[in-house]
């Protein structure tokens, strides 16, 4: 049987992305929703012999469906106990779903691997059998913390000469971060602005504050910062932003040593995130270069 989504149904939801092998905290509907304006909600609860076996993450793009377009990614959730004939079922009855709703195309973003606490890529043999057209592939820069990277020997100056006199911590305030570093930065730089507006960031920290998190960076005044957001084996830097001087005096080089090697130590990865250009074809060579 197949459920769409309603309010009446967060709470099971929200349990069901918990004991998810292949979900993080953006799926619970805390999240998802803060945008739901702008990404009308078309998610599915998927039952077999009157359980919750999986949830389909979706929204209404004029004549499709995208899995999901207001995230990074989205895709088809399952129970550790998932098999691969029981999860070629599910895709099915989805497409049939849809269908039979006059929703003849859907864009499926795969969920990046390092997310999953468990194995989960059952999904891309299904999409292998459907047939699907690859329309997008992005970058991805991680480190793997059981086998580290050698430093570049301009980051390594940078960490032993400033770890000392610089100050890090954990703010829960974006504001200053948000509207004097980060914005001023994609502006110039890209021509853009973050994602989330500043109140929406906000709430997201605190809803989130075990998943969410501001490190910044002082010396005198504020060099810079990043915004991580934490999953079991993961901590991704969802935005990383300096000052002119905080470039100059290598204060992020300080700021990520610091949270790869004490803060974020136990985690399996560390994600510096994409540097893929628009359309995705390009490659942002600074970013790429930076991030490795």
């Known amino acids: 049987m197949i459920k769409r989504f309603g309010k009446v149904d967060t709470k099971l939801w929200n349990s069901f992305v918990k004991e998810a092998k292949n979900a993080t905290f ?135 000469q400033n770890s000392a006199t610089f100050r890090i911590s954990e703010s829960n305030d974006p504001t200053e971060f948000w509207n004097d570093v980060l914005i001023p930065n994609l502006k110039e730089k890209f021509g853009a602005e973050p994602v989330h507006t500043l109140e929406e960031i906000k709430k997201l920290m605190q809803s989130f504050p075990n998943h969410i998190q501001l490190f910044e960076v002082r010396d005198e005044g504020l060099l810079g910062g990043t915004v991580i957001y934490s999953t079991p084996l993961t901590a991704h830097a969802q935005y990383t932003s300096a000052t002119q001087l905080g470039k100059e005096v290598g204060a992020l080089d300080v700021l990520f040593h610091h949270l790869l090697s004490d803060v974020f130590q136990e985690k399996a990865y560390f994600s510096f995130g994409t540097s893929n250009g628009d359309p995705a074809r390009s490659l942002n060579r600074g970013l790429v270069n930076w991030k490795e």
């Open 26 to 160: 953006l799926f619970d509907r805390g999240y998802m929703d803060y945008h739901a304006d702008r990404f009308p909600d078309h998610s599915l609860l998927l039952y077999t012999d009157g359980r919750l076996r999986a949830l389909f993450v979706a929204n209404e793009d004029r004549d499709a469906i995208v899995s999901h377009g207001g995230l990074s990614y989205g895709g088809l959730l399952l129970e550790k106990d998932a098999r691969l004939e029981e999860v070629l079922a599910l895709f099915f009855h989805i497409l049939e779903y849809y269908h039979l709703q006059g929703i003849n195309k859907i864009v499926y973003k795969c969920l990046p691997f390092y997310y999953a606490t468990f194995p989960a890529q059952e999904d891309l043999y299904a999409l292998f059998l459907l047939k699907a057209v690859l329309l997008q592939r992005d970058t991805s820069s991680v480190c793997v913390k059981s086998m580290p990277s050698p430093y570049q020997q301009r980051r390594k100056k940078n960490t032993k």
